[in-house]
């Protein structure tokens, strides 16, 4: 059972940056495709920005493309977000998610693919 830890989230003005870490437990998270979602209050988790298992393919929302990078270190076990950029509806609770994909180039867009998620870090981007 592969468990994620989320971090670096904070309080940012609009414009700014910050650079989320995800990290495994999971001593093989290279069998992994992750992916980043996020929540804000009263709203359905909403798809950020997903990668492949080798890292080689990503694909991110509409709403961040162009300003979010996701990115993945497999020596690390870590799966990173760097969001440049912000905006203040930007503001949500990030969670990082992993899921098993057969193809090493396969990444994951839907939200009811992925069977293991981190607690979330919290991104407050101010006006």
């Known amino acids: 059972q592969v468990q994620l830890v989320e971090s670096g989230g904070g309080v940012v003005q609009a414009g700014g940056s910050l650079r989320l870490s995800c990290a495994a437990s999971e001593l093989t998270f290279t069998i992994y495709a992750a992916g980043w979602f996020r929540q804000a209050p009263g709203k359905e988790r909403d798809f950020v920005a997903a990668i492949s298992r080798n890292g080689l393919r990503t694909t991110s929302s509409d709403s961040v493309k162009g300003r979010f990078t996701i990115s993945r270190d497999n020596a690390k076990n870590t799966v990173y977000l760097q969001m440049d950029s912000l905006k203040p509806e930007d503001t949500a609770v990030y969670y990082c998610?992993?899921?098993?994909?057969?193809?090493?180039?396969?990444?994951?867009?839907?939200?009811?693919?992925?069977?293991?998620w981190g607690q979330g870090t919290q991104v407050t981007v101010s006006s």
């Open positions: 998610a992993a899921g098993r994909a057969a193809s090493s180039y396969l990444y994951i867009r839907e939200k009811e693919k992925y069977n293991h």
